[in-house]
């Protein structure tokens, strides 16, 4: 499975950014998806992730009622609609992918196979 993940930029705090990410190579609807995150000198981390369905989602807490995580199985894509932006949402964000049946999906990155190339977003004050 390839994934190309886009939509990063550069954005004033209070602002909005959707991520999409692109599955290629693969049964896309098959697959669990996540979003991670990581900022210079931080670990990567869980942002949002969704079941093969899109029936079952996941947020840390610092991201709840401001990001939005949906998938459509058609368009092989997942998205990650952000809003409120803060300064501290700076980082890198990458797709993953796994194949996870069933209401699940992984929320750690170990347990991630597939990963996009990354894109960066930037908050500014």
């Known amino acids: 499975v390839q994934l190309q993940a886009s939509g990063g930029g550069l954005v004033q705090a209070g602002g909005s950014l959707r991520l999409s990410c692109t599955a290629s190579?693969?049964?896309?609807?098959?697959?669990?998806m996540g979003w991670f995150r990581q900022a210079p000198g931080k670990e990567r981390a869980i942002v949002a992730a969704?079941?093969?369905?899109?029936?079952?989602?996941y947020y840390t807490d610092s991201v709840k009622g401001r990001f939005t995580i949906s998938r459509d199985n058609a368009k092989n894509t997942v998205y990650l609609e952000m809003n409120s932006l803060k300064p501290e949402d700076t980082a890198v964000y990458y797709c993953?992918?796994?194949?996870?049946?069933?209401?699940?999906?992984?929320?750690?990155?170990?347990?991630?196979?597939?990963w996009g190339q990354g894109t960066q977003v930037t908050v500014s004050s």
């Open positions: 993953a992918a796994d194949f996870v049946p069933g209401d699940y999906y992984y929320t750690s990155w170990i347990n991630y196979d597939y």
């Open positions: 190579g693969g049964t896309f609807s098959s697959y669990a």
């Open positions: 969704i079941n093969w369905s899109g029936g079952s989602t």
